[in-house]
């Protein structure tokens, strides 16, 4: 079946300092990839998104690129802010149909000043 | 995009006692899904709710322990019953717009806390 695995967190950073979550996946066919980002006491909001190889996804200084043959999606900042600090989920999902999207476990992060 | 609004957005609630959240969308959508988020872990499908039939629960959730309500396409009531403290999660209503769309929005949590 299909997943999504994440590394562990709490990833903890001072302010400017370069971001990267690790994301792989595994699944059938071409599915299509996410960040969402959770903060404190609030849903989930989709942060960025590709959906074919090759594809960057970008948002609010925030970068992913999917990469296929490393079957990876790794989250990227260059330089991360106090309010960065969230929980930040990676997953995957199929258009069409059904499919209800398959999420990692969530990778913590806290940004100190 | 769509807007999802929750209520309540929190309560604390009595062992054996049931708790119903709303869940509001400010526009039509064809699939709306209810997670459950226990402390530090992922998100876990309770059940898809499609407006006009049943609910489609996942495997280890029961129409009796969690009973959905989809009278139309703006909105949906998940009921937490006879409660325990296993229970204590963070609730969210999550929508797409269509069926064709693998895009999904989330509202902002219930968060519920059984003592």
């Known amino acids: 079946g299909n997943s999504v695995t994440q590394m562990e967190g709490p990833v903890t950073l001072s302010e400017e300092a370069f971001l990267t979550i690790n994301c792989t996946y595994t699944?059938?066919?071409?599915?299509?990839l996410f960040w969402y980002v959770q903060y404190p006491g609030e849903g989930l909001q989709l942060l960025l998104k590709?959906?074919?190889?090759?594809d960057k996804g970008s948002n609010k200084g925030f970068e992913a690129t999917y990469r296929k043959e490393t079957t990876s999606f790794h989250l990227e900042k260059g330089s991360v802010q106090v309010s960065d600090s969230a929980v930040y989920f990676c997953?995957?999902?199929?258009?069409?149909?059904?499919?209800?999207?398959?999420f990692g476990r969530g990778t913590s992060l806290i940004v100190h000043p | 995009s769509a807007v999802i609004s929750q209520k309540p957005s929190r309560d604390i609630c009595q062992r054996g006692t049931s708790l119903t959240i709303q869940c509001q969308v400010d526009?039509?959508?064809?699939?709306m899904f209810w997670y459950r988020q226990q402390p530090g872990q992922s998100l876990t499908l309770i059940a898809t709710?499609?407006?006009?039939?049943?609910?489609?629960?996942e495997s280890g959730f029961v129409i009796d322990k969690f009973p959905i309500s989809r009278p139309n396409l703006t909105f949906s009531t998940l009921t937490v019953s006879n409660m325990s403290p296993e229970d204590s999660s963070i609730y969210l209503c999550?929508?797409?717009?269509?069926?064709?769309?693998?895009?999904?929005?989330f509202g902002p949590g219930t968060r519920l806390t059984v003592t």
């Open positions: 526009s039509q959508v064809t699939m």
């Open positions: 999550s929508v797409r717009q269509g069926v064709s769309s693998y895009e999904q929005y």
């Open positions: 709710a499609n407006q006009g039939s049943e609910a489609t629960y």
């Open positions: 997953a995957l999902s199929y258009s069409g149909g059904s499919y209800i999207p398959t």
């Open positions: 590709a959906t074919k190889a090759d």
């Open positions: 699944a059938t066919g071409y599915p299509s």
